[in-house]
């Protein structure tokens, strides 16, 4: 491995760098003599016979060397002698030749082979590339393949599969819904949680960055995966601080598809899949069986001691009964839910020769959420140009997208509430609004959930974005270049919903106001601008310097417009036109958000005789977001590597053929934070003026001496590669420190106001990540190859110096039906907080709890809660194989998690705390089955009652272990010979499984008003 | 070849040097970015009108239900001063029977008192980012206005920490050293400390004293309150001195808080100014053919004697929600009959108690066997200012005052009861005892949300009708309130 390659490796230096350098340059000038060499040619790619620009050609053990111009032309001027002259360039094979002083004809002509694996070894952070060789930092980069071998739903999805430390939080709650964002995380979280809603963003989200521009998550959701050229994960310090204020909580680089050169060439991609839902979890009981528990919950009995009631109740409950017998057991669950089917399509059509390359694309998307009515489509066209004149380039990425999503209208919580003794449909198969209408008090009015489903609801969004990347470069030495780029994108996204006037939610509502239509729109215009100067240059054949400087803005405005109307009176006609009015006390909504950020960046690295490595990072951030007080914030970071395998005593071994140690330390901010929360905000008295005509006062507090939320983060970690390129291992060890943390926080009332945004305590993470990687077959020559791969990650939050700041979260948490979460000094973030209990006391059938001393009590104090569990489990990873033989590949990857624990919401609220409305909903079998009762003393459940309150104990926590099969693909890449007679220059197909199964120590109802899916995709891949 | 390369890249360190200082110093401004859904701090304390715009959006929150348009006039205190009869019936009284019974621990009256603690302070905290933001702003005023918007914020400020203090703090004459509310003295991003009552009450006295000194050019003492609608166009922002805390308004807080503090040389001399001033015409007491000649259009609040008064647009809805006879079935506020004819209005000379009592004539409309009071009921002519007003002080208060502060011996103050009682159409008391001044004080306070602190200042039982059990004996349970539970737990 050659190191003047490097050069070329695109690394950005300092404006101040570049008079600095100016002397190294003079210095390396070329000294002629007269007993001179000269050798002259062209270098040109083996694949298309383009030729190469920038490569490096040198004298090899000596400092002379040049590199081709813009033809692919050199000219090697050096002291007459043998030697070996070295062509080396990025992302191709080097090639070595031998002068023998009189073959100079014999250098006219080199051809350059591309080195497919290679290319993988670079790191792109968005800013700069650098070989992973040469760089300091914890990343992981994944190439489009990589990432639809183990599933093809979205970028977000592969990447939890592959990478350990990416972590995309199953939502219990909304399933999987496929216009739901996920929240994600790498490396955990730095915010305190629970305060999503509060600050708008979700502050543990990490950055993402398209093609060099900062991008939203719902982007990179519809993103098409076959635009994808490769994904990187920044993870520590080293790697994020050039990102500064924004990276505490990493960074995932995307780069799509760059036109490669050459004729017209077509390609299409598609993806045909099939979902459907997983209600395994589900555990709901029969009609039979919800009848008997109603019964012995007291449904059926009349506690006024009325006869009347009494027969009324009798009457009720033989009615059920003869149903039952007739047979009725109604299923509800598969009313909602369909079989999704998925397809997607990309055409990219791309060409051109050296000066001008050109890249045009359509996709197209259409997925079908397992719940009727839920869809999401994607139309994306884009244009992406590269123009090349003499030391200039010009690079264009434009794209066009539209968004269409729906959702429906009722959740799928109420088809598992209703009761499998109702009927769907009535005697003429038509759906009554009621499954049973109370008279005289004589049980609960019963809505159907059939009858609000079929009525002409909508719940649907649509959404149109321009966006424009634009990157003028200028080589303007073999060493030094300039790059200006700036970003525009446009997204206009119209939100509407509709309820008709027959929907159950308007019974108690008067005539003219039934009905409610609501129209939310956002308008969002963000820019973004980023001027950098990059050098790169070898030094005595030992120095590798590589630096960038350089400066960066953004403005991000969004806009909402919102307003709603009712009084309809029709379910068909449903044209806002035929709304009566507006909702009484009405008005319309409109919020707007500026945010503008400018900062100073610079990186460096240098590497001594491809041994030692230094990285460093400085970056100045200023941010509108931020007060007058501290508006500029210094984000700086260290790293440290050593590639042993380079060292002498390893170089004649063939053992290792990687083997880097590493280290990093930095403070990457993080500023997901709302716009104006550093300044008061006023608002007119609106509700009454005087004779002095309008008022005004404070409409929120800011604090302008607001502290930014940076993370110190510490990395030390190695990456091997040994036995013959068989083995690969990652290790990393990391610990961070957030201080200060930035929250909403609960004032004393004398304050004048009751939150306000302000710095409270630390939070301190620590936590390691493993890959592991064998082949026990590797025989890349003969295309076959096994691989066996396991991840694992571990990671462990606690709180520090909080104090009392957030106690309100604390009382509220402890009053609430469900909250465990608490926020106390030294404890976790994740931590399960509840009153230990001993079980239910056979004798009795009440629980016993253990107080904070240890002893037992039969009475709840909530002051006696403690740490009962940690939702993070102790490991967490991916283990899977992969099996390549020739064109043929089959993958099979799994999740699994030890070590967790979780609070058994389902045995909470759907066994126990069953209250006198929910025993009206159709309830989990355990509620029936495993209840205290005389004849069933050792139950783990109290009794069967109404009344009961059950407090949250430890009871429902529980050991969570899990492992999903995450993911299953076959693939086949057709030869050559096979498929050359259809002009067909690639072929691939795919079958890929993902989510097939989840095997789990908990049972708990998970996807509450969305379904969990199954998926089945296939994948055709053609080039023509 | 070489010296040009090397000159071009002079150049290019020269362009981009320049280029990063241009931007580096226009950042700092770029980065100045205002909200445009909300008003930002800066664009709306740039200009004189804008502080005039706080202030008076200051004066309006004081018309909220918690504060001074129900809770601290008419309702929450006045039913701790024992002024309603309180019904039987639990389901349309059951809040305010444990109110009566001073449960302040009840669920509701936590809730209850918690709203009104914050919405105080939170007044309070507009005065002080008023106050913070006009020092360095002085050169945005005109006339006078700089001295009278900051005199009046710091009032403000003073008369809301005053109120607060004499509701949580302790019986003042008992336990003056004692831990009572926290003061805000500035805006401040830390809670501020809880101190001892004595420590709060002189920070009031610092606040309005230097109100006074502010307000010492107040027109108010030259052209008087200036009520009448002048119709030209020009600013009024200078005219309805009562609407606001004019200089008189601050003297006369000055007086009722130097008697809450024990100071009764103090109470007396400012008392006296105002009494004074009105001597001299600036404040009048009430033309008695506007309360005994024409029945239907009285002015029951006496407007000409308001020295300081909110203004509420919506008024009325003060009887509606909370006198008015014809609420019945639900709750309605009125005097008990058995203190109405036995000590209020009736008694003879013992009491002072007289049925030709204007304030009885005017405000005391009988439906049934019941009077009720109409005090807050809208005047026929309803484009009148004086039917929005919730007075706040008045000139009445400034005699009982007097008469309270003349001497140690309470039967010194005969001479001020008697003026006052002579502009009310009864006859003057032979004697003054601290019984009959607190008959002055009901008679001339009620449904104003000042009997309680009467009570509390003088630590006397509260009178109530026997039928509720007698009065209520002194005690601190019942006139300390606890501190609001989001004071203690954050």
């Known amino acids: ?1024 | 070849m070489r010296e040009m390369k090397i000159m071009r890249r002079n150049i290019l360190y020269v362009l981009a040097a320049s280029v990063c200082l241009i931007l580096t110093t226009g950042c700092s401004e770029w980065l100045d970015v205002k909200p445009y859904d909300k008003i930002a701090e800066d664009d709306l304390l740039s200009t004189e009108e804008g502080y005039m715009k706080l202030l008076n959006g200051i004066y309006i929150e004081l018309n909220r239900d918690m504060l001074y348009g129900g809770a601290l006039s008419v309702e929450m205190v006045e039913i701790m001063g024992g002024a309603y009869v309180i019904g039987s019936d639990n389901a349309v009284w059951g809040n305010y029977r444990d109110l009566s019974e001073y449960k302040y621990g009840s669920d509701y009256w936590r809730a209850r008192l918690n709203e009104t603690w914050n919405k105080a302070y939170s007044l309070i905290l507009n005065c002080n980012l008023l106050l913070e933001n006009i020092e360095g702003s002085r050169h945005l005023f005109t006339e006078d206005n700089f001295n009278v918007i900051k005199g009046e914020a710091l009032a403000l400020r003073a008369m809301l920490h005053f109120d607060m203090l004499r509701l949580f703090g302790p019986v003042f004459s008992r336990n003056s050293s004692q831990q009572s509310i926290p003061y805000y003295k500035a805006y401040s991003m830390e809670p501020q400390p809880i101190r001892p009552a004595v420590e709060i009450a002189e920070l009031i006295w610092h606040d309005l004293m230097e109100a006074r000194i502010l307000l010492s050019q107040d027109p108010v003492r030259t052209d008087g309150m200036m009520m009448d609608d002048v119709g030209s166009g020009t600013s009024v922002f200078m005219k309805y001195r009562s609407l606001r805390l004019n200089y008189y308004a601050v003297t006369a807080l000055l007086a009722r808080s130097a008697l809450y503090f024990g100071n009764k040389e103090s109470a007396l001399r400012y008392a006296l100014e105002v009494i004074e001033a009105a001597k001299n015409g600036v404040i009048s007491f009430v033309d008695k053919s506007l309360v005994t000649g024409s029945p239907d259009d009285p002015d029951r609040i006496f407007s000409s004697e308001v020295i300081f008064a909110l203004s509420h647009s919506q008024r009325n809805s003060l009887f509606k929600d909370y006198y008015d006879p014809s609420r019945i079935p639900n709750f309605v506020f009125r005097m008990d009959n058995e203190m109405m004819s036995n000590m209020i209005y009736g008694g003879g000379m013992t009491t002072g108690g007289s049925l030709d009592d204007y304030r009885y004539r005017v405000n005391w409309v009988a439906t049934g066997a019941n009077r009720y009071f109409y005090k807050y009921s809208d005047m026929v002519d309803t484009g009148n200012i004086r039917n929005t007003m919730i007075p706040m002080i008045r000139l009445g208060e400034m005699y009982l005052i007097a008469a309270e502060a003349k001497s140690e011996d309470i039967s010194a103050g005969l001479s001020y009861v008697n003026t006052l009682r002579s502009y009310r159409g009864v006859n003057p008391l032979s004697a003054l005892t601290r019984e009959n001044l607190q008959y002055e004080y009901i008679r001339e306070l009620y449904g104003e949300g000042q009997i309680f602190f009467m009570y509390k200042r003088m630590f006397s039982p509260i009178l109530r009708s026997s039928q509720a059990g007698g009065p209520v004996e002194p005690e601190d349970k019942v006139f300390v309130i606890p501190l609001p539970d989001s004071e203690i737990e954050n």
């Not at chain 1, 434009?398 to 088809?415: M, Q, R």
């Open chain 1, 1 to 1024: 491995m050659n190191m003047i390659d490097m050069k070329w490796n695109v690394s950005h230096s300092v404006v101040a760098f570049i008079t600095f350098f100016l002397l190294f340059m003079s210095g390396s000038a070329l000294a002629q003599n007269s007993g001179t060499a000269v050798l002259k040619g062209t270098v040109t790619d083996s694949s298309d016979g383009f030729p190469l620009i920038g490569v490096s050609v040198i004298v090899e053990g000596k400092k002379y060397g040049v590199i081709t111009d813009l033809d692919g032309n050199y000219e090697l001027r050096f002291p007459k002698q043998t030697a070996t002259i070295v062509f080396s360039y990025v992302g191709y094979d080097d090639v070595e030749k031998e002068y023998n002083l009189k073959n100079e004809a014999s250098f006219s002509k080199i051809v350059m082979y591309m080195n497919a694996t290679e290319l993988e070894d670079v790191i792109v952070t968005g800013v700069y590339e650098r070989k992973k060789e040469s760089f300091t930092g914890a990343s992981a980069t994944f190439k489009t393949d990589q990432l639809k071998a183990v599933g093809t739903n979205n970028v977000l999805q592969s990447l939890k599969t592959l990478d350990p430390s990416f972590k995309m939080m199953e939502s219990a709650q909304f399933g999987s819904n496929p216009n739901m964002m996920p929240d994600v995380e790498i490396r955990g979280k730095t915010s305190v949680m629970g305060l999503k809603e509060e600050y708008g963003t979700d502050p543990n989200q990490p950055l993402f960055i398209l093609d060099g521009f900062e991008t939203t998550i719902e982007t990179i959701m519809n993103l098409n995966m076959n635009r994808v050229a490769s994904v990187t994960i920044l993870k520590d310090a080293a790697s994020t601080a050039i990102y500064g204020s924004k990276a505490s909580n990493g960074v995932v680089v995307i780069e799509t598809k760059a036109p490669a050169r050459g004729r017209l060439q077509l390609s299409y991609k598609g993806d045909y899949g099939l979902s459907m839902a997983d209600l395994t979890d589900y555990n709901l009981m029969n009609a039979r069986e919800k009848l008997q528990f109603e019964t012995l919950a007291g449904v059926y009995t009349d506690r006024s001691g009325s006869p009347f009631t009494q027969i009324q109740l009798d009457a009720l409950r033989n009615e059920r009964l003869k149903e039952i017998e007739r047979g009725v057991d109604t299923y509800w669950l598969s009313e909602p839910i369909r079989s999704g089917v998925t397809h997607k399509h990309n055409i990219y059509a791309e060409g051109g020769e050296d000066k001008i390359r050109y890249g045009i694309g359509l996709s197209y998307g259409n997925v079908a959420g397992v719940m009727k009515g839920s869809d999401r489509q994607t139309l994306e066209g884009n244009v992406d140009l590269i123009y090349r004149t003499g030391k200039f380039q010009f690079s264009n990425k434009l794209t066009i997208d539209y968004l269409e999503t729906a959702n429906p209208t009722v959740s799928f919580s109420e088809y598992a509430y209703a009761n499998p003794y109702y009927r769907k449909y009535n005697a003429l198969g038509k759906v009554d609004k009621y499954l049973y209408y109370s008279e005289d008090g004589i049980g609960s009015t019963v809505t159907n959930p059939l009858w609000d489903a079929h009525l002409n609801n909508w719940d649907k969004a649509s959404g149109f974005g321009f966006t424009n990347n634009f990157i003028f470069e200028w080589f303007v030495t073999e060493d030094l270049r300039m790059r200006a780029k700036f970003g525009l994108s446009k997204s206009d996204d119209d939100e509407q919903t509709r309820l008709s006037p027959l929907h159950s939610s308007f019974d108690e509502v008067g005539e003219t106001e039934k009905g409610l239509y609501s129209r939310t729109q956002i308008q969002q215009l963000v820019y973004e601008g980023d001027v950098s100067v990059t050098f790169g240059k070898l030094i005595a054949q030992k120095h590798m310097l590589n630096a960038v400087g350089g400066f960066n803005f953004s403005n991000n405005s969004q806009h909402v417009y919102g307003y709603s109307a009712n009084g309809f009176t029709d379910d068909q006609f449903d044209a806002p036109s035929f709304a009566n009015g507006y909702p009484v006390d009405g008005k319309p909504d409109y919020r707007e958000t500026l945010k503008r950020a400018v900062s100073f960046y610079v990186n460096g690295g240098y590497v001594y005789d491809d041994r030692y490595l230094m990285d460093f990072n400085y970056r100045l951030d200023g941010a509108s977001m931020f007060g007058t007080g501290n508006r500029f914030r210094n984000t700086w970071s260290v790293g440290l590597g050593w590639n042993v395998h380079k060292e002498h005593f390893l170089k004649d071994n063939d053992f290792f053929s990687f083997f880097k140690i590493r280290g990093s330390v930095g403070n990457p901010g993080n500023q997901n934070f709302s716009a104006y929360q550093a300044f008061s905000t006023y608002k007119f008295n609106g509700w009454m003026t005087n004779i002095f005509g309008t008022g005004v006062i404070l409409n929120a507090l800011g604090n302008a001496e607001l502290a930014w939320q940076e993370t110190v983060n510490y990395d030390i970690g190695a990456d091997l590669t040994f036995w013959g390129e068989r083995v690969n291992l990652t290790l990393d060890y990391f610990w961070k420190d957030t201080d200060p943390l930035l929250a909403i926080i609960t004032t004393r009332g004398s304050m004048g106001v009751t939150s306000v945004a302000m710095n409270a305590g630390r939070q301190h993470t620590k936590g390691w990540e493993a890959t592991f990687k064998i082949s026990p077959i590797y025989r890349p020559a003969e295309r076959i190859n096994w691989n066996i791969s396991i991840n694992a990650a571990h990671s462990r939050s606690r709180y520090a110096d909080i104090g009392n700041a957030f106690s309100a979260l604390n009382e509220s948490g402890k009053s609430s039906l469900v909250g465990t979460t608490r926020y106390y000094d030294g404890g976790s973030p994740t931590a399960i907080w509840a009153v230990r209990s001993a079980g239910i006391d056979p004798a009795t059938g009440q629980e016993v709890f253990i107080k904070k001393d240890g002893s037992y009590s039969l009475t709840y104090d909530v002051s006696d809660e403690v740490v009962v569990g940690d939702t993070q489990p102790s490991v967490e990873g991916i283990f899977g194989s992969t099996l390549y033989f020739k064109g043929l590949s089959v993958g099979c990857y799994f999740r699994y998690r030890v070590g967790g624990q979780v609070f058994n919401t389902s045995l909470f609220q759907k066994v126990e705390n069953i209250g006198t409305e929910d025993v009206y909903n159709n309830q989990d079998k355990r509620a029936l089955y495993d209840r205290w009762s005389p004849d069933n003393r050792e139950a783990y459940f109290k009794g069967i009652s109404m009344v009961q309150k059950t407090e949250k104990s430890s009871r429902f926590v529980m050991d969570e272990n899990t492992l999903t099969g995450e993911s299953v693909n076959i693939g086949y890449e057709f030869p050559d010979r096979m498929i050359r007679r259809l002009r067909i220059s690639a072929l691939n197909l795919q079958l890929t499984m993902t989510d097939m199964f989840r095997a789990s120590t908990v049972r708990v109802e998970r996807g509450i008003d969305y379904p969990f899916a199954r998926s089945v995709t296939m994948s055709l891949g053609i080039t023509f």
